[in-house]
């Protein structure tokens, strides 16, 4: 750690600190008092239809006008719907209306690749022409508005191309996450019934290739609706390629019109889903509509990162989460924003390498994830000193709560105290940030988000449904819309409104714990489900436990999370084994590739306890609080252990730990 003032970090258990925005930037910032922003919210609370009207007018351009701005219930029937009638289009926000300003030759995306020397530069007008050809290069392959195409890519430029080209002519996208595996490809595609798959030959990654077509190739080979494949050379390197069905990306784009006048889409018309873990195993498809996400990706951008004109802004998130969407893409893009777009990762090829990408385009807004920075903590201040990180001014975390060590770490190594620091609250499905300090008028405290955007009334209550007092952890639940809240499930209504409106009729039940203390703030607290927070990623404990109990050899599996050093939360798998199977390391090994086969990577187990038998109630229900216990080495707290049906099984358990 640096200097002295850190050096209590570790004890700050109960953190107390805060930390009031830097004068210099508060002096410069849009909204520099906490007046202002308590006037701002309350009126976006209280008269909704005219903050968001403004907002809508100050944002976004559109062809058509709304006649009603905010319409919903939350209640039997649940529904949300903004800016009723209006029309517009996400890409021409992103990029035509920047033509018309000087921001026509202003970069808007900065890719920097994984290789050191590998890098372009897009302006919004190479941007506009790259997007309308790859737009016409869909609709020759017969895309409508409507229709799905899967984009499954590492992090190159022709990602954020191919969704915006998809936006242009209202074509919806799903982005599937390149670290994931053909399998959990193949479910995504067969659930949006997508037609056409946007990929690339390779990805990299820590110096390696990632042989992504291959992935594509037995994902597709349960396609059979998946009539085009389009293949990004990310090197120069020859893949498979089926007659008939897969073409590159250069082919089609070379013979290309750069002009492609954008869809008139309804300001409710779908932009695109994006896969989550539920509780459950099967992945949601979240489902966004065009005006009310962009309004609210717009407006969050703009005020959370305190957006200027000649900031250099990175968020190191992948497209393929939310985060990638609303603040690679859409957010920055539609304000006008230099946006960089990173391929590599922190550690490679040095542990630098974040720092050195921060100094190489002074960038001036860092937007990462608590997992990176505790990864980085652990390479040594030496690797940040290193570098001239003077440009930041504004720095971000999103992902999963951020511990206070963390936190002191990035304000003082990396912001250097000069740079307020937002921890951003929100989720997939909520479109857009949720839970942020405004970094000019907010004073932090380590470890909390704060309090909310506007348009946002969270209430943290009790299981009986009444708000929680001062300091005592509940349920987060938000009482009303705002305009980026997802409007559905793809394919499965029922399953929205059970997910997030029948526990607690009334209110969006977000799945976090949480607790507000004294000043209002609120301490985001981890999940209240069977999800868990992987490096930021989100699982469900019950996706890996069916990926694990399709092996031959397991009988049964539980997986828990567990606390974990550098991810957050680790994976913890409980398994039995078929009678006749007999245990051995190999097998171990064998279990693990196997869930990274049926999920991907990130699902690996940490652990995976081999035990004779699962703790279960009479009625036959696992125990998982218990297993949560023995996994985070809390074994002398087991709580109450009389519903179980054989107690033996839990001192068969503690002898097996790992
Ligand atoms: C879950 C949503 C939203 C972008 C990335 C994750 C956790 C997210 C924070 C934060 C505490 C956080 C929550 C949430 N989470 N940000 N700043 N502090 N927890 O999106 O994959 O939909 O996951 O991530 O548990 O419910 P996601």
New binding site residues.
């Given amino acids: 750690m640096v200097g002295k003032k850190s050096g209590s970090v570790d004890t700050l258990l109960i953190e107390k600190r805060i930390i009031s925005p830097p004068q210099s930037f508060r002096e410069n910032a849009r909204i520099n008092s906490r007046k202002q922003y308590e006037e701002m919210w309350r009126k976006s609370i209280e008269n909704p239809d005219e903050f968001w009207g403004e907002m809508a007018e100050e944002h976004i351009d559109w062809f058509k006008k709304w006649e009603a701005v905010e319409e919903y219930s939350f209640q039997d029937d649940v529904f949300v719907r903004y800016y009723r009638g209006a029309k517009l289009n996400a890409s021409y926000n992103c990029l035509d209306r920047h033509l018309r300003s000087w921001r026509r030759n202003k970069a808007a995306l900065i890719w920097q690749g994984e290789p050191l020397e590998e890098s372009r530069t897009f302006t919004y007008l190479q941007l506009y022409r790259e997007v309308c050809k790859f737009a016409n290069v869909l609709k020759g392959l017969g895309v409508k508005k409507g229709d799905r195409v899967s984009v499954y890519m590492p992090m190159i430029p022709e990602l954020a191309i191919a969704i915006l080209s998809c936006a242009r002519i209202g074509a919806i996208h799903s982005v599937v996450f390149g670290g994931f595996s053909a399998e959990a490809l193949r479910d995504r595609l067969l659930d949006s019934k997508a037609n056409v798959l946007v990929t690339a030959n390779y990805g990299m990654r820590a110096g390696k290739l990632i042989p992504s077509k291959t992935n594509v190739d037995l994902a597709l080979a349960g396609c059979p609706d998946v009539k085009n494949c389009i293949v990004v050379k990310r090197v120069e390197k020859d893949c498979n390629m089926v007659e008939g069905r897969d073409q590159y990306w250069d082919d089609l784009m070379s013979s290309a019109s750069p002009f492609c006048e954008a869809e008139v889409m309804d300001a409710e018309d779908p932009l695109f889903i994006l896969y ?1 873990s539920g509780s459950t195993g099967k992945p949601k498809g979240v489902l966004h509509t065009t005006g009310g996400y962009m309004v609210y990706a717009a407006t969050t951008f703009k005020y959370v990162f305190d957006y200027r004109d000649e900031d250099v802004y990175w968020c190191t998130a992948d497209i393929g ?3 990638g969407h609303s603040y690679i893409v859409y957010g920055p893009l539609a304000a006008g924003a230099t946006s960089l777009m990173f391929e590599g990762v922190p550690h490679y090829p040095e542990p630098d390498r974040y720092w050195e990408v921060v100094e190489k385009y002074r960038v001036s807004i860092l937007y990462t994830a608590p997992t990176a920075l505790r990864s980085m903590i652990k390479s040594g201040d030496h690797w940040p000193l290193g570098r001239d990180l003077s440009s930041l001014r504004l720095l971000g ?6 511990n206070p060590e963390a936190w002191m770490w990035y304000h003082y190594v990396i912001g250097r105290e000069k740079a307020p620091i937002v ?7 909520t479109g857009g940030i949720l839970i942020t300090p405004l970094p000019g008028c907010i004073s932090t405290k380590p470890g909390s ?1 704060t309090l909310p955007f506007f348009g946002v009334n969270p209430k943290v209550i009790r299981q009986d449904g009444s708000e929680a007092g001062v300091n005592e952890g509940g349920y987060l639940v938000i009482t009303k819309p705002w305009p980026g809240i997802m409007r559905g499930v793809y394919g499965d209504p029922e399953r929205f409104k059970n997910t997030y409106f029948v526990q607690y009729p009334g209110v969006y039940f ?3 714990g949480a607790r507000r203390d004294e000043d209002g703030y609120i301490w ?1 607290m ?2 209240v489900d069977d999800v868990i ?1 992987v490096s ?3 699982l469900s404990t019950a996706e890996v436990e069916s990926a694990l109990a399709a092996h031959p050899k397991v009988a049964e599996a539980a997986v828990v999370g567990y606390p974990h050093d550098i991810k957050g939360e680790g994976i913890y798998a409980y398994i039995t084994l078929k009678d006749s199977v007999e245990l051995t390391e190999e097998l171990r090994y064998e279990l693990t590739m196997h869930v990274r086969q049926e999920i991907g990577p990130i699902a690996s187990p940490d652990v995976i306890h081999f035990t004779s038998a699962m703790p279960k109630t009479r009625s036959g229900k696992i125990l998982r609080r218990i297993l949560r216990k023995i996994a985070s080495g809390d074994i002398d707290q087991l709580g109450d252990t009389t519903t179980l049906a054989d107690r033996a099984v839990i001192n068969d358990l503690l002898n097996t730990v790992n």
Avoid: F, K, Y
Wanted: glycine content about 14%; overall charge negative.
């Fill in positions: 989550t989460w939310v985060t975390s999103v992902g999963e709560p951020i921890d951003t609250w929100w989720q997939t499905e988000a977000t799945g976090d985001l981890g999940r927070n930021g990623h989100r």
